[in-house]
């Protein structure tokens, strides 16, 4: 099944498919309903102290990528990711990840989105 990303701030289309929020802190100003989430997978985000220590900084993308999927293979992240891998093999539709983050190029769902697809 495809997986596209995209704003959790963004309008709903019908081709978002199956819904996921993969931010571990709720979007500010966006209420559940307005959301039109299928699934907050939580867990599957950095942990806060990566997240905070990568700031969305464009220089530090490459580290934090590392270090993100060192906590996805070792960490408390792993059985999630293990989950939002099913649900991507469980529908027969799109599944789109959701994030809060302004930057579209340089956040967790993308680094997401690449290990979903290689699998």
Request: hydrophobic fraction near 30%; aromatic fraction near 10%.
């Given at each position: 099944m495809p997986v596209q990303m995209k704003r959790i701030y963004e309008k709903?289309?019908?081709n978002d498919g199956v819904r996921v929020l993969v931010d571990r802190v709720?979007?500010?100003g966006m209420s559940k309903e307005d959301a039109h989430l299928d699934h907050w997978m939580k867990e599957v985000g950095p942990s806060?102290?990566?997240r905070k220590w990568f700031g969305h900084d464009p220089?530090?993308?490459?580290?934090?990528k590392k270090k993100y999927k060192e906590e996805l293979k070792n960490g408390d992240q792993q059985e999630e990711l293990q989950k939002l891998k099913e649900l991507t093999?469980?529908?027969n539709?799109?599944?789109t990840l959701l994030f809060a983050a302004?930057?579209?190029q340089y956040n967790?769902?993308?680094v997401l989105k690449e290990i979903l697809d290689r699998q």
């Amino acid at each position: 099944m495809p997986v596209q990303m995209k704003r959790i701030y963004e309008k709903v289309e019908k081709n978002d498919g199956v819904r996921v929020l993969v931010d571990r802190v709720w979007p500010r100003g966006m209420s559940k309903e307005d959301a039109h989430l299928d699934h907050w997978m939580k867990e599957v985000g950095p942990s806060n102290e990566l997240r905070k220590w990568f700031g969305h900084d464009p220089d530090k993308y490459d580290a934090f990528k590392k270090k993100y999927k060192e906590e996805l293979k070792n960490g408390d992240q792993q059985e999630e990711l293990q989950k939002l891998k099913e649900l991507t093999k469980q529908y027969n539709k799109n599944l789109t990840l959701l994030f809060a983050a302004k930057d579209e190029q340089y956040n967790q769902a993308r680094v997401l989105k690449e290990i979903l697809d290689r699998q």
